[in-house]
């Protein structure tokens, strides 16, 4: 291979990542990374095949940078402290899956089509060990107390998706602007804020000082995840959301829902939609109600905002628990959905769970500091993100709910409110 013939390589795997960050996956297509270029497909065939060898490219060239990010951020951590590591990883963390400024890493990395592919590798395996073990290290320096691994993991997990939360949520509705206008004194700031809610926590925010005992936490439990999980779906979404979770949003098509129905062709489905859009439109939206229906009625009926909080984690649970499928369906379409017309519906998750979060102040008087505080996204953060990987593991089990699992949701209860 020439050097002329690797750079164009290069030139293609960069304007496919800055495509796959305007349309995302599904539209991200060799005419659209060809035109994007100002070459024609055939010519582009000479270096990508098909879409999958360039998107095989694109994971190669992700996990190149990481392991670069990576040893980066292990040689700064190794002797530092507990908030100083922090620090860093968010900082650096910012860098490379947001500030990036050509390839746009964070919808990428966050893709379910491409996540299993990176954290499969050894090489992110190699680096995660490495930095739980540093972290575990810091932490019993710090506090005097082991930390075990797997509460480890829940920290750095917690820690990406405050970072994520809180990025998100002053980008659009404070600073109200783009990423590419996102100045450094608004990364800041924005850093800064994540840190706090990190280390502090959230009871600082909310003005009720009730803490959660054992005794507390058993008795929500016992009283949603204990009992039964009705939920009544039209056999239309059961089908859909049940060929979305088996083959994934983009390959879900007309006619494979259409067969899962008992229908003889796909127009039949035309009946109910008048697209394919409107029918994944249609599914999210009354999903969405389903969703926050069950967890305003199931959630939302204790005696302060703790358990209110703790209430609707542990009801967002049981939804999700009664129904893989439905989880797999909202893990396709948050990062994935194939136009961005669909997306921002009127319900979308951050409006749903926004419904959730305003009714949990209003029921206990309660104003969360949307300029400086990190807790406006309270239930977006625990009912969505946490609560995914715990139900993840919960399905890996056979659909059991397991003590381990109700420890989890505990215990992230607790870093949420008290900080790590």
């Not at 190669?60 to 980066?72: C, K, M, N």
């Not at 390959?251 to 994944?280: C, E, P, Q, V």
């Not at 136009?339 to 926004?354: A, D, Y």
């Not at 399905?395 to 949701?409: C, I």
């Amino acid at each position: 291979m020439t050097d002329k013939h690797e750079q164009k390589k290069h030139d293609i795997i960069n304007t496919a990542f800055v495509q796959w960050s305007r349309d995302l996956y599904a539209n991200t297509s060799l005419t659209v990374v060809a035109e994007a270029m100002n070459m024609t497909k055939p010519a582009l065939f000479r270096y990508f095949p098909s879409k999958e060898s360039l998107c095989d490219a694109m994971v190669e060239t992700f996990t190149s940078d990481l392991r670069v990010f990576a040893d980066q951020f292990i040689s700064e951590i190794e002797h530092g402290t507990l908030q100083e590591s922090f620090a860093v990883l968010i900082d650096k963390g910012f860098d490379f899956f947001i500030s990036h400024s050509d390839r746009h890493y964070f919808l990428f990395f966050t893709s379910p089509m491409i996540k299993p592919q990176i954290i499969n590798k050894d090489i992110f395996s190699l680096y995660r060990c490495k930095t739980i073990q540093i972290i575990c290290e810091q932490y019993s320096a710090a506090k005097g107390i082991p930390l075990s691994e797997e509460t480890c993991e829940h920290i750095l997990f917690f820690c990406f998706y405050t970072a994520v939360s809180v990025y998100m949520y002053r980008r659009k509705y404070v600073y109200k602007t783009d990423s590419a206008h996102f100045t450094e004194a608004m990364l800041d700031e924005t850093k800064r804020i994540i840190l706090d809610a990190l280390f502090n926590g959230q009871r600082q925010n909310t003005g009720d000082k009730t803490v959660l005992t054992d005794e507390d936490f058993m008795r929500i439990e016992n009283d949603i995840i204990g009992s039964e999980t009705l939920i009544r779906r039209d056999k239309v979404f059961e089908a859909i959301t049940s060929v979305i979770a088996q083959d994934g949003i983009v390959n879900a098509s007309m006619d494979r829902i259409a067969k899962a129905l008992g229908f003889n062709s796909k127009s039949s489905l035309y009946s109910h939609f008048t697209s394919r859009d409107n029918m994944l439109q249609q599914l999210f939206e009354n999903e969405s109600d389903l969703i926050l229906n069950y967890v305003k009625a199931n959630g939302l009926k204790y005696d302060n905002f703790n358990e209110d909080l703790y209430g609707c984690m542990a009801a967002t649970f049981c939804y999700f628990t009664a129904d893989a499928n439905v989880l797999k369906y909202f893990d396709w379409l948050h990062y994935q959905m194939i136009r961005e017309s669909v997306n921002p519906c009127p319900k979308t998750k951050l409006r749903m769970f926004g419904i959730l979060t305003e009714e949990i102040n209003r029921r206990h008087n309660i104003s969360f500091d949307a300029e400086n505080g990190a807790s406006v996204t309270a239930v977006v953060l625990l009912s969505t993100y946490i609560v995914r990987l715990i139900v993840r593991k919960n399905e890996k089990n056979g659909g059991t709910t397991s003590s381990e699992e109700v420890r989890d949701l505990r215990e992230i209860y607790k870093i949420y409110m008290e900080g790590i």
